[in-house]
């Protein structure tokens, strides 16, 4: 059953502290990609996500929960991408139901002029503003937190 008990001063201090850091570093990565790449957070994020993977390629449901998007969300911006030539979408043989979104030779070449932007806004704003010590404490305090399951790829 989960706790009604009011969070202490301490609680609430690292709650807000968390949020607000996170909409700090997230603005400005956003801003400096869409001024200066003209691609969004969600975008890059993405495109990311998918050079990472085996084939260049995820599930559209397992892509959704790498970039934190809902799956309409996530829908909505693979079609942009698409659009833009940058992503495509591929059906599992096996599977019908079962849709890839995979990252093109151009969404490949956006993502890597993007990311010395991407690279210099998550240290000015978040790697350089702390010691190693205090990046250690975050991933250690912050990892049991995410959910780093995946369903696997059982699509040929």
Not at 35 to 62: I, K, N
Not at 128 to 146: F, M, R, V
């Amino acid at each position: 059953m989960p706790s009604t008990r009011p969070l202490n001063a301490r609680e609430m201090a690292a709650f807000h502290a968390l949020i607000r850091a996170h909409a700090r570093v997230v603005r400005r990565l956003e801003a400096e990609l869409e001024s200066e790449q003209a691609l969004s957070l969600p975008a890059y994020e993405v495109l990311s996500h998918l050079s990472e993977a085996p084939d260049r390629q995820r599930r559209m449901t397992e892509l959704a929960a790498f970039a934190v998007l809902t799956p309409s969300g996530l829908t909505r911006l693979v079609d942009k991408l698409v659009r833009d030539g940058l992503v495509e979408r591929r059906r599992c043989g096996t599977d019908a139901r079962v849709v890839f979104a995979a990252l093109t030779d151009k969404g490949f070449d956006r993502l890597v002029s993007a990311y010395p932007t991407h690279l210099r806004g998550v240290r000015q704003h978040l790697v350089d503003q702390l010691t190693p010590e205090q990046l250690d404490a975050i991933a250690q305090a912050l990892g049991p937190l995410t959910d780093d399951s995946h369903p696997p790829d059982d699509c040929s």
